[in-house]
């Protein structure tokens, strides 16, 4: 990989919240009806001072390992079976779960950097909302959506790929960015698989193994590539015309060489995901596909939805899947093998994208962004919002870490870092 380096530092640390230890919290504001603006008094909880056992803050970068991210990562485990889906509040299968009182608006003056109201706004002023979780940085460079976010093993550079054409590689220690490759192509997703990294432009995936510099070119898709995903040793690509592609490696001729072409979509294949010797490809035709990943043939297809399948996540016995339909699909194979419908999760607003991971109790949680520019964080199997993440435009990437470690790309290019805390924390700053 050529990077080209410009020597600019784009990396920048958000500051934390001043000193309140000898501020006062308004009691008019915490009763809901203060009139005044601006007021003198906090509109806002004070934060605790971190306990001797607290996590302290990090002063570079956003990862205590020196060898880079590597290692397995963690797979959530729901266990349990469909009955207990949602089942926090009670009621139906089907339903809109109700949100907590503390979830707000976030103010959109602070958001361009010129709210003049202070503490005295009544709008967050903050880009997160929730307990147990804190943003670490964000990393500044990007101009347009940002389309992928990868971490290849045994690697100290984060990866990150944009519509603005161009893949950039950031320092794990220092956040800083080590370089900026110029692809000639909108980047539609980006994935790792060990040391590889893969890059769906349109037309063609870029393969580097960011071990030994090997740099190929896969060719074959037609239009943008829009997923993909490693199963069975097979590299998986969802393409605009509705086909996926498939790759095997050959390590004697050290390359990726065409494997098979799966047909049966109508439209574009916007997600992938592998599970239980299974492909799952979601798509803009509605519909989700189902394939064998011995015979590579298709042996069911789910038409529940009634919009483009943004998403589809997959572990243990459940298949998750969300849509700009406004609902998240619980998924669980019947004794005939087929899988079924067996709990939907109503939302307000188009879902994008969904990823899973463990919080600092090894509590499985889901990460769901919507296109009202947020990211919800669900515990699982209740559905029980634990938090929520804003954005400057729609969260279009989420990437899990080592470390309780999780990233966030947006429409407007930031990519932020987050991580899951030792000990509950209020996230507002």
Request: with cysteine; net charge neutral.
């Amino acid at each position: 990989m050529d990077l080209d380096n410009g020597g600019k530092r784009v990396f920048q640390r958000l500051g934390g919240p001043g000193d309140s230890r000898n501020q006062r919290v308004c009691f008019h504001w915490r009763a809901g009806n203060c009139n005044r603006h601006p007021c003198q008094f906090l509109h806002r909880e004070v934060q605790p001072p971190p306990s001797n056992g607290a996590p302290s803050k990090r002063a570079h970068g956003f990862t205590d390992d020196a060898s880079g991210f590597s290692g397995p990562r963690p797979r959530p485990n729901y266990g349990g079976s469909g009955s207990t889906w949602g089942r926090a509040h009670g009621g139906t299968n089907s339903r809109v779960v109700r949100k907590p009182e503390r979830v707000s608006k976030i103010c959109k003056f602070w958001l361009q950097g010129n709210c003049g109201y202070g503490d005295s706004c009544r709008y967050l002023h903050s880009w997160s909302l929730g307990d147990g979780f804190s943003m670490l940085t964000q990393l500044e460079g990007h101009q347009k959506v940002v389309s992928g976010i990868a971490l290849p093993s045994g690697s100290n550079k984060l990866y990150t790929g944009s519509k603005d054409e161009t893949v950039r590689a950031w320092d794990c220690q220092s956040g800083q960015c080590m370089g900026v490759i110029n692809l000639g192509g909108e980047v539609g997703c980006m994935i790792s698989e060990g040391p590889w990294v893969f890059v769906g432009i349109p037309n063609i995936v870029k393969a580097w193994n960011t071990q030994t510099s090997i740099e190929l070119s896969l060719n074959g898709p037609v239009g943008q590539v829009y997923s993909m995903v490693v199963g069975n040793d097979l590299l998986f690509a969802g393409t605009q015309d509705g086909s996926i592609l498939a790759w095997k490696f050959n390590a004697a001729s050290n390359c990726f060489e065409p494997a098979a072409s799966l047909i049966g979509h109508t439209l574009g294949v916007v997600s992938l995901v592998v599970g239980a010797n299974r492909l799952y490809s979601g798509s803009m035709d509605c519909t989700i596909r189902v394939w064998n990943l011995e015979t590579l043939q298709c042996i069911q297809t789910l038409k529940e939805h009634t919009s483009v399948v943004m998403s589809v996540l997959c572990w243990d016995q459940f298949l998750l899947s969300c849509s700009l339909d406004k609902t998240i699909k619980v998924w669980v194979a019947t004794e005939s093998g087929n899988l079924e419908a067996t709990f939907t999760h109503n939302e307000e607003h188009g879902l994008l994208t969904l990823c899973g991971m463990h919080d600092s109790e090894a509590k499985p949680i889901l990460l769901c962004s919507g296109n009202d520019n947020s990211v919800h964080l669900y515990d699982l199997p209740s559905f029980s919002e634990r938090g929520k993440i804003f954005a400057k435009q729609e969260v279009r990437a989420i990437q899990t870490g080592p470390g309780g470690l999780f990233f966030t790309g947006d429409g407007s290019g930031q990519v932020k870092v987050w991580q899951w805390l030792a000990e509950p924390t209020a996230t507002t700053r």
